[in-house]
């Protein structure tokens, strides 16, 4: 440490300010949407302190679609999404971390491979399996393409490497099966993996819009963003009061989920190497 | 992975198919209808109307419409399901798909329809139905189409010394209005004179201009643009005139979603738009406002737009004799002007206009008239092969104008060079 004391301090000044910056331009969205949701349309893009405050939106924009189904729909299918997803990968990830089989190798290269598709250009193909399968407009059909997921099985397969292979050997001479040292060792120690990943998909599958949208057809299927794009009434103009209200209340339990569980959160994301 | 699991259901997927047709037996016919939220809320409960009338008039057919966001939304998901084995038998798309329609080998033809008559068909106005015929057949029946037409604010007018009944007759006395109704305080502007919306599908508003200005964009075949033609540079100039010379006008991109908005809160006294915004005008405005033809060039003129009704090749013969009925049904005078009564957009056949309730509506309501009678002056829409990728062309390069990036005549000759490009292969 041969600096001056008064050169970190400046750096410190700096970081603090840009992180400031930053946070300001990320959160700018968010505010404006706050700020026209809870104003009647007028003040939608006029600013005044003293502005009427509403809540009419918000009854607007429930009223204007089935929202509550839709909530139903959106939860059944990231929880069923994000279940599949945590026994499939876990299993998938344990095996090709731990057991050596003939293949492993080309077969975890195929698992990867499937990284670089984008889900978008299996649309057609991934309809017709649907199709045959009798899926077409139901939760399941949202669901099943991503419930076997690469990123998944990858990001596990490297957590468990990273267990040291003592704590699996003394696990056996206490006379644990296989299944129980994965339930008891591994699983346990990549929980902060598990954290992470859950957040990821959570978020993807809560805001996927085209696969829902193509392979449903009714309320009784279709989740949150499906339903909230009844809004973007291009022909008729768009009253942005509604539409942020309606927009809030549909990212509104992620936003609350993140706040409430916002160290955790971080914390796993730093432990779990996605930064 | 893609492996595995495609193995796994591949084995999974024979099950299902065997045991599944045994339950259709007396059951009506299904008719699969897709059809676009292109105007909120309500429009759902009207067009549910329009399908549980229908199944009360005729109890052997039954239309079971499924609601897809934007025409855009609605032709990916409609084009997936159809390469997927599973076609809706009928779709409410945009009226220049057409050329992607056939291109797919999608959709039929109205005239091999059962019970499609000639007379029928013939009987929509014809500038909807230049862009729903091509080859000499007609692909698709008009159903909800637009025009642009000028709205002004008759309280602005006023204040700026002008007659709120009368709107600009031409180009030169629109550039007047607008420069008497720009507001400014120093350097801000607080009221523009006109906007036309340059956003999502600026070629649109900007065919109103070029019409104007006596020129057409495409050929009847949709093979062959004519963007490098002096008069559309001159048109795609009076445009840009407006914010960078005259600067009555925003300048850059004006957002189409916001441009009503904007009308509303008195930023802009006169706006060009869709009459698919009529209602939703009169509901809104908190002033007396105006809607005219949109002011003529060398002559009047604007685009027609909006969405056709297609039948797809899926449909059995049951499936297609349904649909043709239901497509007389929403399109018999008294529905086809209700129908215009209550979202704005234009009623399809001059029949409708001379149904009572018609007429008592535009008797109430002047401004309802004004895109009928625009009709006669109406252009098609800009629609051509490969269409997604020729408007790109010539979107981007208009943009490219009106935010200072290109010279007028550059800009067109370089969309004339793309489009040319794209098209090549289709003559």
């Known amino acids: 440490m041969t600096q001056a004391p008064a050169l970190p301090r400046l750096g410190t000044i700096l970081e603090t300010t840009a992180a400031w910056l930053l946070a300001l331009v990320w959160v700018a969205p968010l505010l404006y949407a706050v700020w026209a949701a809870i104003h009647p349309t007028g003040y939608a893009t006029r600013f005044e302190l003293f502005a009427p405050l509403t809540l009419s939106n918000f009854a607007a924009a429930w009223e204007a679609a089935p929202f509550a189904r839709y909530f139903l729909n959106t939860f059944a299918l990231v929880t069923m999404v994000l279940v599949a997803q945590f026994v499939l990968c876990t299993l998938a990830a344990f095996a090709f971390a731990r057991a050596a089989f003939w293949g492993s190798g080309i077969l975890f290269g195929l698992v990867l491979v499937q990284l670089m598709i984008m889900p978008d250009i299996l649309l057609v193909e991934n309809y017709r399996t649907m199709r045959a399968l009798g899926l077409v407009d139901t939760i399941l059909s949202i669901g099943l393409p991503y419930m076997a997921s690469a990123f998944g099985i990858f990001l596990l397969r490297q957590t468990f490497k990273q267990v040291p292979k003592e704590l699996e050997e003394a696990a056996r001479v206490e006379g644990c099966g296989t299944l129980g040292i994965l339930l008891r060792v591994y699983v346990p120690l990549a929980k902060p993996t598990y954290l992470a990943y859950g957040l990821t998909s959570v978020s993807y599958h809560w805001n996927n819009f085209l696969w829902p949208l193509v392979i449903t057809n009714s309320v009784e299927t279709r989740p949150l963003t499906v339903g909230l794009s009844v809004f973007a009434s291009t022909d008729q103009g768009i009253d942005w009061a509604i539409i942020s209200a309606a927009t809030l209340m549909t990212s509104a339990p992620l936003l609350l989920g993140f706040l409430l569980f916002q160290r955790q959160f971080v914390q796993s994301f730093m432990r779990a190497g996605i930064k | ?427």
């Open chain 2, 1 to 427: 992975m893609t492996i595995t699991r495609r193995l796994a259901l591949g084995g999974l997927a024979a099950a299902p198919l065997l045991s599944a047709p045994a339950l259709r037996a007396q059951a009506p016919v299904e008719i699969v209808f897709n059809y676009p939220i292109a105007v909120g809320g309500p429009i759902t409960r009207i067009i549910d109307g329009y399908c549980e009338d229908f199944a009360r008039a005729n109890p052997g057919f039954r239309v079971k419409p499924i609601y897809a966001g934007s025409y855009q939304d609605t032709l990916t998901k409609t084009l997936t399901a159809m390469r997927g084995g599973d076609a809706p038998q009928m779709a409410c798309l945009l009226a220049v798909d057409i050329f992607t329609l056939i291109g797919e080998d999608a959709v039929l033809a109205w005239d091999d329809l059962p019970g499609a008559e000639k007379p029928w068909l013939d009987s929509f106005y014809p500038s909807f139905l230049e862009n729903s015929r091509t080859a000499g057949k007609t692909w698709g029946v008009p159903f909800q189409r637009s025009t642009v037409v000028m709205y002004w604010n008759k309280e602005a007018f006023r204040e700026a010394g002008l007659n709120p009944e009368t709107p600009p007759a031409d180009w030169a006395q629109q550039v007047e209005f607008a420069q008497k109704l720009t507001k400014r305080q120093g350097d801000a502007t607080s009221q523009w004179g006109m906007q036309i919306p340059s956003s999502g599908f600026p070629y649109w508003l900007f065919q109103g201009l070029t019409t104007q200005n006596d020129v057409r964009l495409m050929n009847a075949e949709g093979n062959r643009t004519f963007f490098n033609d002096p008069k559309v540079a001159e048109a795609l100039q009076y445009w840009m005139d407006l914010s960078m010379k005259h600067r009555v006008h925003p300048a850059g991109i004006v957002e189409w979603g916001t441009t009503p908005r904007d009308f509303f809160e008195r930023k802009v006294a006169m706006m060009w738009t869709t009459t698919g915004n009529l209602t939703n005008v009169r509901a809104n405005a908190p002033f007396p406002f105006g809607v005219g033809m949109l002011p003529a060039g060398k002559r009047r003129g604007s685009p027609t737009g909006g969405g056709n009704l297609y039948v797809f090749k899926s449909a059995s013969a049951a499936q297609r004799e349904g649909a043709v009925r239901f497509v007389k049904f929403l399109t018999t005078p008294e529905r086809a002007a209700q129908w215009g009564i209550d979202t704005g957009y234009v009623a399809v056949t001059p029949a409708a206009f001379e149904t009572p309730a018609m007429r008592a509506h535009v008797a109430g309501f002047p401004a309802a008239a004004v895109a009928r009678d625009q009709l006669e002056h109406a252009v098609a829409e800009l629609s051509t092969q490969e269409n997604q990728r020729v408007t790109k062309a010539l979107n981007d390069n208009l943009q490219a104008a009106l935010t200072g990036r290109k010279q007028a005549a550059p800009a067109m000759a370089d969309a004339q060079a793309e489009a040319e490009r794209i098209l090549r292969s289709y003559r």
